[in-house]
């Protein structure tokens, strides 16, 4: 049996303060009926308005995909190189975590981080807003991803449309954002687009699961942030009544999986924390891909743990950073 750790990486007080805010705030805003109460919610989930004046040399707009779910997207625009690169800047479709239940497109420190990126990446991040379980299940988010996707290509855009290359799109996503981008990819594989084209996939510490209690889960029960009880909790928020987590959208490569290897599948880059309950999944995944006959990389922190890369303070934020730029860089230098 796996032996516990008590012991954790010291990290900046900044992040144990919010990591401790956070899962606060995650167990008292969900009810035991397995709903959860959007308005106490928030209070721990502070929201950013858009900035047509920049910020860093980047702005943002918000744009209305439907109305009626509630479907939008934040894209950020950096000002500094959108008109000097003749080949116009790549654009990245980014989806945020939460686990399919909280959080959203306009959450502050959602908000600052893909600022991050599209400053220190100089690429459009396209930030959607899908919809959230448990009032909106399985396959409600990963419609809304892909239905992102299909409004960009067929839609001209002001600032946009003139700046970006379609054909050097990526898809992004952290935890629930890694999952989603995978099926968004999978749907996007029954489409014909007519401008855009997927060469790269990005997921930073991807939430996926299967009925197994693998090493990582059973050793660190007690981590930062995402624990059993909560995971747990979500993917049954999220999964259609009576599924279990062998479910194909949490256990891609499981038995219930499908077969990708014939699919065209983008180059993926997988990074991981190594106090990351959910580290062991993340390494099938990559696994799976290689498997597959996929282009996959795998990029770990050894003491890190789930959600690191939105803190700045850490060092290893920054370095994950300049991994997804070099093979960003490496893709873009691939498909000329």
Excluded at 82 to 102: E, N, Q
Excluded at 146 to 165: P, R, V
Excluded at 208 to 228: D, H, K, M, Q, V
């Amino acid at each position: 049996m796996a032996q516990k750790v008590s012991q954790w990486p010291q990290l900046p007080w900044k992040a144990n303060l919010f990591i401790s805010v956070m899962s606060f705030g995650v167990d008292i805003v969900r009810r035991s009926n397995g709903t959860i109460n959007r308005p106490l919610l928030k209070i721990f989930d502070v929201k950013k308005s858009p900035s047509k004046k920049p910020i860093n040399g980047v702005k943002t707009t918000d744009i209305t995909i439907d109305k009626s779910r509630d479907l939008w997207f934040r894209l950020y625009t950096p000002t500094t190189n959108t008109t000097s690169d003749s080949a116009g800047l790549p654009v990245i479709f980014y989806f945020h975590g939460g686990g399919f239940s909280l959080l959203a497109a306009n959450s502050r420190f959602m908000d600052d981080f893909c600022y991050r990126l599209a400053r220190e990446l100089s690429a459009f991040i396209i930030s959607v807003n899908y919809r959230l379980a448990p009032e909106h299940r399985f396959p409600s988010q990963y419609d809304d991803g892909f239905d992102a996707l299909k409004y960009i290509d067929s839609t001209e855009i002001e600032g946009f449309s003139s700046y970006a290359n379609l054909n050097h799109c990526f898809v992004a996503g952290d935890s629930a954002g890694g999952n989603l981008a995978h099926h968004v990819i999978i749907k996007a594989n029954e489409y014909e687009f007519s401008n855009i084209k997927l060469i790269g996939n990005i997921s930073f510490q991807p939430f996926l699961g299967g009925e197994e209690r693998t090493e990582s889960e059973l050793r660190l029960t007690n981590a930062p942030f995402i624990t059993i009880e909560r995971t747990d909790w979500m993917w049954r928020a999220f999964l259609p009544e009576g599924s279990n987590r062998d479910h194909p959208a949490v256990n891609i490569f499981g038995p219930n999986g499908s077969d990708i290897s014939g699919m065209k599948f983008p180059a993926t880059i997988v990074v991981m924390g190594g106090y990351d309950p959910l580290q062991d999944w993340q390494k099938r995944y990559y696994e799976g891909l290689k498997m597959s006959g996929k282009e996959a990389y795998l990029v770990e922190y050894p003491n890190m743990p789930h959600s690191f890369y939105i803190y700045n303070e850490l060092p290893e934020s920054g370095l994950s950073i300049e991994k997804v730029k070099d093979f960003m860089q490496k893709q873009l230098a691939s498909n000329v």
